[in-house]
């Protein structure tokens, strides 16, 4: 059975997740909804956190998050060991954050997307996969500072 994606937005992500997370079940994904849950102003970093937190300590081997700016979300969330959480814009962003950097948590920044941008994004970085090869090596070299 494969592990539930855990997603999670502040007030500036909140719609955008809600679109994203319905996304990800009619995928056939079982999703964990962190919150928040209203459009009420809230920390990014507590959702952050909870994301990172599953992703990094492998009870999920993806997760999803979104702020305004994708920004906060990727300093809060990048905190963790083990956690590549990547700012994807577009979907080329999206595909070489899988294929050349492994990340594993998905960061859209909600107020520089349309819905459908962020599926199509959303979806690229579901289907692609990590090349390995001379990426492996690299990706080792971040943790070496921790
Ligand atoms: C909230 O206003 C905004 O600062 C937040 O969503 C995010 O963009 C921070 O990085």
Not at 10 to 20: N, P
Not at 105 to 114: A, G, I, K
């Amino acid at each position: 059975m494969p592990k539930p994606i855990p997603i999670g937005a502040d007030h500036a992500g909140f719609a955008m997740k809600q679109v994203l997370a319905d996304e990800l079940r009619q995928l056939g994904y079982q999703v964990e909804d962190v919150g928040t849950d209203s459009e009420a102003s809230t920390d990014y970093a507590d959702y952050a956190h909870k994301v990172a937190r599953e992703v990094g300590s492998g009870d999920a081997e993806r997760g999803v998050l979104l702020c305004g700016t994708g920004l906060g979300m990727s300093y809060a969330a990048n905190r963790h060991h083990g956690v590549r959480a990547a700012v994807a814009w577009n979907e080329e962003v999206a595909r070489l954050s899988r294929e050349h950097n492994d990340s594993n948590v998905l960061v859209l920044p909600s107020r520089c997307l349309s819905n459908d941008e962020a599926r199509s994004i959303l979806h690229t970085w579901l289907d692609t996969k990590f090349e390995g090869g001379r990426h492996v090596n690299r990706i080792r070299k971040i943790e070496e500072t921790e």
